[in-house]
């Protein structure tokens, strides 16, 4: 059974950085995606950045520039470097992970860390 446990969440005044971590634990198969989603109250979850396991991101447009999302597979952590940080993006950010071991596709999701950013 794998599980993601997320870190790094805290108040932060806007302009400043913060460094998520997400470290999974049990069986990972070499074909995954890891990933951060957040949710900001009344709204849904929305995709921020995501890696594969061979290091190709992606990124939301509004983190663009702002965000960088690394992994380092043999610690099976995934980070999430957030600069310039504005009120905006305040949620719950959670780590999710996407695994193949064909045919079957397996889902995870951690339990969030919440990052608020004053202004």
């Known amino acids: 059974q794998v599980q993601l446990v997320e870190s790094g969440g805290a108040l932060v005044q806007a302009g400043g950085s913060l460094t998520l971590s997400c470290a999974a634990s049990?069986?990972?198969?070499?074909?995954?995606?890891m990933g951060w989603y957040r949710q900001a109250p009344g709204k849904q979850r929305e995709l921020v950045a995501t890696i594969s396991s061979g290091g190709m991101t992606n990124y939301a447009d509004s983190v663009k520039g702002r965000f960088t999302m690394s992994r380092d597979n043999a610690k099976k952590t995934a980070s999430l470097q957030m600069n310039s940080l504005k009120p905006e993006d305040t949620a719950v950010y959670y780590c999710?992970?996407?695994?193949?071991?064909?045919?079957?596709?397996?889902?995870?999701w951690g339990q969030g860390t919440q990052v608020t950013v004053s202004s």
């Open positions: 999710r992970l996407v695994m193949v071991n064909p045919p079957t596709r397996y889902e995870y």
């Open positions: 049990g069986t990972i198969f070499s074909i995954n995606t």
